[in-house]
């Protein structure tokens, strides 16, 4: 098959399995150039094959040479059709870190539930014994109570009033406006259910009470704050009360499991979560433009690479005032946040492309899903249904 990019709003309903690996491997690029001592040694990455927690498995992998085990839900190749890009890219991954001699099992299936959390603590018995290091990096619109069955789905709203801002459509390529109206009814609640740290803590005191935690394991969940123009949306809205509830977990697990648990707040980056949330396309596409010229700009290799290298297990934390460890500084500091200020009651469709980034957000998009890295034909007929060596 022949696989082109087909895109529907903020999503590549395509994948390419040769792009994706390509990506995987400029990836664990990075991280061997990266390589250190001291660092985790048994992973369970959950939510492993997108974003900051696929980025995390290599770090672990190919900078630590440790061995790791993945879950996700992600849609294999059926009746021909391509494969999800996450699908893709834990065949990729697994594969590499085989070639290395390093251990690598994916488990496919809903992270939220009872059963893939002891098919998860049957494997570490299995092949690992115990793990060090447990990475939640769940990104998922909706959750099923895996005790009461009921279902929840998270909304991204503001909380008292609507919110207008600036947004861009990646769609028509047009800077415009966009409102969001408030939050109603249980969607805080809903939002919390299945974005906050519930989750989190169910999984950690099922590893504790199963004795697969090794002493002084850590464990750390994902987070992300922004500017100030994006709040009323995503800090001060919705999501932003499941983040608190993701940072009341952390001191709970840290309590009740004997485990150090932490919030890492991560730099803005293209992801497939980031793309779907207004207003933050175009913060994107300006911040890159800033922090490219400052050289400080970082993809998710990098930010995961720079904390487990240098805060996880490096010699310094750095918590903020809130216990959080933060490797958005760069993104945060305040002569880069003065730029984006300055650029961003300015710019209009017409000065997108010199006043931003735009292109370099594009490419990013594109990559999550395969395409446009160099070195892949894209013309060549590609065998899509690719099983997991793991599963093989």
């Not at 994948?15 to 985790?40: F, M, N, S, T, Y």
């Not at 947004?167 to 109603?184: G, H, P, Q, R, Y």
């Amino acid at each position: 098959m022949i696989i082109k990019p087909r895109i529907r709003g903020f999503v590549c309903i395509t994948a390419h399995p040769q792009g994706c690996e390509a990506k995987v491997r400029q990836e664990i690029k990075v991280a061997l150039a990266a390589k250190k001592d001291g660092g985790p040694k048994k992973v369970l990455v959950i939510g492993s094959s997108t974003g900051y927690g696929l980025s995390t498995r290599i770090a672990s992998a190919f900078s630590h040479d440790a061995d790791t085990l993945g879950i996700f839900f992600e849609r294999p190749s059926q009746k021909g059709k391509p494969a999800s890009a996450g699908w893709y890219n834990s065949v990729a991954f697994e594969n590499a870190a085989h070639e290395a001699g390093l251990y690598a099992k994916s488990i496919n299936g809903d992270a939220f539930s009872d059963e893939i959390k002891a098919q998860t603590i049957k494997t570490i018995k299995a092949d690992l014994g115990q793990i060090d290091l447990v990475v939640y990096s769940l990104a998922s619109p909706r959750r099923t109570d895996p005790k009461t069955g009921e279902s929840y789905r998270s909304v991204l709203k503001p909380i008292g009033e609507s919110f207008t801002n600036r947004t861009l459509d990646t769609d028509k390529n047009e800077v415009n406006e966009v409102t969001i109206e408030a939050a109603e009814g249980d969607d805080v609640a809903h939002t919390v259910k299945v974005m906050g740290g519930e989750d989190w803590e169910l999984w950690m005191r099922a590893l504790d009470e199963a004795g697969v935690l090794a002493p002084g394991a850590k464990s750390v969940a994902y987070s992300y704050i922004g500017p100030k123009l994006t709040w009323p949306v995503y800090t001060n809205g919705t999501i932003g009360q499941a983040k608190k509830d993701v940072e009341r977990a952390a001191a709970a697990i840290t309590t009740k499991h004997a485990c150090a648990a932490y919030v890492a707040v991560n730099k803005a980056v293209v992801t497939q979560a980031s793309s779907a949330i207004p207003v933050v396309p175009l913060y994107i596409s300006i911040l890159f433009k800033i922090m490219k010229a400052k050289g400080t700009h970082e993809d998710c290799i990098e930010q995961m690479v720079r904390l487990l290298n240098e805060r996880l297990y490096g010699d310094d934390l750095q918590l903020d005032a809130a216990g959080r460890i933060r490797v958005d500084d760069w993104e945060m500091a305040p002569e880069v946040q003065q730029a984006v200020a300055d650029i961003w009651p300015a710019i209009t469709s017409d000065t997108l492309y010199a006043q931003s980034d735009y292109a370099g957000y594009q490419s990013n998009f594109l990559n999550l899903f395969g395409f446009g890295l160099p070195g892949v034909d894209y013309e060549e007929d590609v065998e899509v249904e690719i099983d997991l060596p793991s599963h093989g």
